[in-house]
């Protein structure tokens, strides 16, 4: 009996071997080939009339010319942004920075660090933006100035 047993215990152990070594057979795989992705081009052409601003024995209520900025994207769908930094100057916080886009007012605000959001420009669009500045009508400023850059930035969406 007990080599019977044995012998059945073999074998059960035998086809749990076989068993889980016909099951690791019958994995399959199919190849996916030719993966590839890539990176939307961010590219602007960007062309000036009047810009840099430049006003002198600025009033308040008095407004400098307008500065006019072309911007192309010749590549990707994207987000356009203004990006308005490196401020030095006594004036800064009383001086009111005009931008319109296409001829609509998009801010009118004091000069400050920060980012305007321009909206979306589409592949060969052209977005024109004009600007213009004057000293607040609270001004009280004596002097001074207030000399700041500008950064058109694309982000592709």
């Known amino acids: 009996m007990k080599k019977l047993i044995t012998r059945f215990g073999g074998a059960a152990v035998l086809m749990a071997v076989t068993a889980t070594v016909t099951l690791a057979a019958a994995f399959f795989t199919f190849p996916i080939n030719g993966n590839t992705v890539s990176a939307a081009s961010a590219a602007l ?5 009047g810009k840099p601003l430049n006003g002198s024995e600025l009033l308040p209520g008095t407004w400098t010319s307008t500065g006019t900025v072309n911007v192309t994207n010749t590549g990707s769908k994207g987000a356009l942004t203004l990006v308005i930094g490196n401020l030095s100057g006594t004036i800064c916080s009383d001086t009111i920075l005009e931008i319109k886009k296409g001829g609509v007012l998009v801010e ?44 058109v930035r694309l982000d592709n969406n």
């Open 45 to 49: 052409t960007v062309t000036t009339d």
């Open 108 to 151: 009118s605000v004091a000069v400050t660090a920060h980012t305007i959001n321009l909206g979306d420009i589409n592949h060969n669009g052209t977005v024109v933006l004009t600007q213009r500045a004057q000293l607040s009508s609270s001004s009280t400023a004596n002097g001074g100035s207030c000399t700041w850059d500008e950064t």
